[in-house]
């Protein structure tokens, strides 16, 4: 009984305090991978949320967040139920235009608008917004350009980049020097695992995660883009998470 009760006590530390470890020049990087594409950061006694969804119990054993990026307003993105149930007061939102028009009512320190391919920073983090989009681009596209942001995160000496909702865009694929990926692969939503796969090939980032991959046929097949990665390149660490555990 004793040795089971330890083997729940760690499954359950594990779910609330799962994290990987990035070393940077200024000290560590915690990457918390939550739920579909949601995800913290801590570093240096700062804690940002990445699109918050879920329900307040995911967040458990983590501080509020200083910091809120929201990609997009979709309703996995900028999600108002959890948003509502977390400490968010003192929270410094960036999100794009379309985003802060739908926040009527979420607590905050101060909403900030970033647009694609404008730069800003919070205590010492470098933040630029990417596009994110559909293709072919189409007036009804569920992700038009321009309504929605992917964040390049400039922390110490790593570039963490964050996709958002998107397909495998040229703005992705130029990308330089990243040193962390989170990239989406939902059909019909985002992108296959081929087109994620020769994206990442594309801008070589040192360590990839997939995330954001339930699609309408269920979760996509994960170690299938590991494999077709590191086919190609075997520097590339692919890192997969289980973020639907709990879903």
């Excluded at 299938?224 to 890192?239: C, G, Q």
Aim: with cysteine; net charge negative.
């Amino acid at each position: 009984m004793k040795n089971l009760l330890i083997i729940v006590f760690s499954l359950v530390c594990h779910n609330i305090f799962s994290q990987d470890l990035i070393s940077t020049n200024q000290g560590d990087i915690k990457i918390h991978p939550i739920l579909h594409g949601t995800l913290a950061l801590e570093y240096e006694g700062l804690t940002i949320y990445v699109d918050p969804y879920g329900g307040v119990d995911k967040f458990k054993g983590l501080k509020d967040a200083d910091l809120i990026l929201i990609t997009d307003i979709h309703g996995d993105h900028l999600n108002k139920e959890t948003l509502k149930d977390l400490n968010t007061s003192n929270s410094h939102f960036i999100v794009p235009e379309a985003v802060a028009q739908q926040m009527e009512g979420i607590g905050n320190a101060e909403i900030e608008i970033l647009n694609n391919d404008n730069s800003t920073s919070f205590n010492g983090i470098n933040i630029t917004a990417i596009p994110m989009y559909n293709l072919p681009e189409s007036e009804d596209s569920r992700h038009p350009k321009g309504r929605g942001n992917g964040y390049l995160l400039n922390i110490a000496d790593k570039v963490i980049y964050i996709s958002g909702d998107t397909e495998d865009i040229p703005e992705m694929r130029a990308l330089k020097n990243i040193d962390l990926a989170f990239v989406c692969m939902n059909i019909p939503y985002t992108m296959s695992v081929e087109q994620a796969s020769d994206a990442v090939l594309d801008f070589n980032p040192s360590i990839v995660y997939p995330f954001h991959f339930r699609g309408q046929g269920g979760l996509a097949d994960v170690e299938k883009f590991k494999s077709l990665v590191k086919k190609e390149n075997k520097d590339i660490e692919v890192r997969l998470r289980n973020w639907y555990s709990e879903d």
